[in-house]
């Protein structure tokens, strides 16, 4: 069964630095996706940016990169000049490329200070 | 275009009733995985449809089913409410089934309170 860990319940950065949020996995699946999702208070969940795991490079979109290190099974997030609407809880996930289903992580709070 | 939208927004059952969630994906969008969501926790999987047919289904009893109509909106019933039940339940479209790299879009969710 997949599984997907965050070992970071809370983090907290200032306004304009960066901050990497961590993110393991376990799949025996060769065919899989990788997800980071943002929930804000409002509650929606909003996707931050994908990987698919037969791409060896790195997405990036906009502020927001990955790095993907799939023999480690390792995929963490890096905000860089975090703004103070990046205040959000987000959520690692893995998609099964079978079922399709997302498996998520516990999630990690974080907060952007002024 | 529309997002992905559910009803009610909030719900207050008592135990042992009934509950019908409703969810309207992203126009072409074929495909509705229905999460359950605890307070402080990951969304866990519940269902997942695709062309009105189940594709997938989490671990949760039987208590729980839905199913998905020709326009491609989807229900979620959950019967013989127990106290655990509560949460916030999410609806997510995406274009098509398991085998692409479409994201689930998600919707804003219904917070279910079981009294």
């Known amino acids: 069964a997949q599984t997907v860990t965050q070992s970071q319940p809370e983090m907290s950065v200032q306004e304009a630095e960066t901050v990497t949020l961590s993110c393991t996995y376990d799949?025996?699946?060769?065919?899989?996706?990788l997800f980071w999702y943002k929930q804000p208070p409002s509650r929606q969940m909003i996707l931050v940016i994908r990987?698919?795991?037969?791409?060896?490079q790195n997405a990036t979109e906009n502020r927001f990169s990955v790095n993907f290190q799939k023999a480690a099974k390792s995929f963490s997030l890096k905000i860089s000049d975090s703004q103070l609407g990046d205040t959000a809880m987000y959520f690692c996930a893995s998609r099964d490329g079978n079922t399709g289903k997302l498996i998520f992580g516990q999630g990690t709070t974080l907060q952007v200070k002024p | 275009d529309a997002g992905v939208t559910q009803s009610p927004t909030h719900l207050i059952k008592t135990r042992g009733q009934h509950v019908t969630l409703r969810c309207s994906p992203i126009s072409g969008h074929k495909s509705v995985s229905w999460y359950q969501q605890v307070l402080g926790q990951g969304p866990q999987f519940i269902f997942q449809y695709y062309e009105k047919e189940e594709r997938g289904r989490g671990n949760f009893p039987d208590r729980f089913s839905a199913r998905q109509f020709p326009n491609y909106s989807s229900e979620l019933n959950v019967n013989a409410l127990l106290l655990g039940d509560s949460a916030l339940y999410l609806c997510a479209s995406s274009l098509t089934g398991a085998l692409s790299n479409q994201p689930q879009h998600f919707g804003d969710g219904t917070r279910l309170s079981i009294l």
């Open positions: 799949t025996s699946e060769n065919n899989y996706y």
């Open positions: 990987q698919e795991a037969y791409k060896q």
